[in-house]
């Protein structure tokens, strides 16, 4: 079964640290999005990606948030200058608009923990 | 504005048990709603959608339910099994972009058996 993948499962790194987390999302979907998970608390939306481009972003997602489709198949995540609050779970998804938008498929997620 | 939120954080249940899982939301023009699992150390899962012009809907084992009226949903899931332990969240597309889930607080299911 297809599924989007993410990689690191893990990252640790210093406060004001750049970090890159990378998403392959499911290789015939068009919409790509992030998200992410503090510890104990709900999901929050980040960022959605269509066409090359951000189609919708968060409060959260300023302007230490970047994302970037570098290639046919990786979808990244960067935080420019990490900070401690940045410590969460980072979830990356994809959807197919022949199915629905809302039925995004998730990947594993990144722990970022910020030191 | 978009909401959504749950009423219990915690449920326990005996396997074999019906487990039903409750939420909350504000915005009377929302018009569609999703229930995701979340296993620990895993990202969210698509179980089962609705849609407002239904009250009902059925998928394997579970059922979820839509109260227009009081703006509640509810996810139910028949002959619980401890592979259903997990964090269940309600969650709904923007109104302004069909892209971006709004998700609820969540409910911790502990299936014990």
């Known amino acids: 079964e297809p599924e989007v993948t993410q990689t690191p499962s893990h990252q640790v790194t210093q406060m004001g640290q750049e970090v890159i987390l990378h998403c392959v999302p499911i290789s015939n979907h068009l919409y790509f999005y992030w998200y992410r998970q503090i510890l104990g608390q709900k999901v929050e939306f980040l960022v959605s990606f269509y066409n090359n481009e951000i189609s919708e972003k968060s409060e959260i997602f300023d302007d230490q948030f970047s994302v970037e489709r570098p290639d046919g198949s990786n979808f990244t995540l960067k935080i420019r200058s990490t900070k401690l609050e940045d410590s969460a779970m980072y979830f990356c998804?994809?959807?197919?608009?022949?199915?629905?938008?809302?039925?995004?498929?998730f990947g594993q997620g990144t722990r970022l923990t910020v030191v | 504005g978009e909401s959504v939120g749950l009423h219990l954080p915690t449920l326990s249940v005996q396997e074999g048990d019906n487990s039903i899982i409750n939420c909350a939301y504000s915005n009377s023009a929302s018009d569609y709603f999703i229930w995701y699992k979340q296993e620990s150390g895993k990202g969210p899962q698509f179980i089962i959608d609705i849609r407002s012009n239904m009250d009902k809907r059925q998928g394997q084992r579970v059922t979820v339910l839509l109260n227009k009226t009081v703006k509640h949903l509810s996810l139910q899931i028949a002959a619980t099994q401890p592979g259903d332990s997990a964090v269940y969240f309600c969650a709904e597309p923007g109104i302004t972009s069909y892209g971006k889930l709004t998700f609820g607080q969540g409910t911790i299911l502990t299936v014990h058996p």
């Open positions: 998804a994809s959807s197919d608009p022949g199915i629905g938008f809302a039925e995004a498929f």
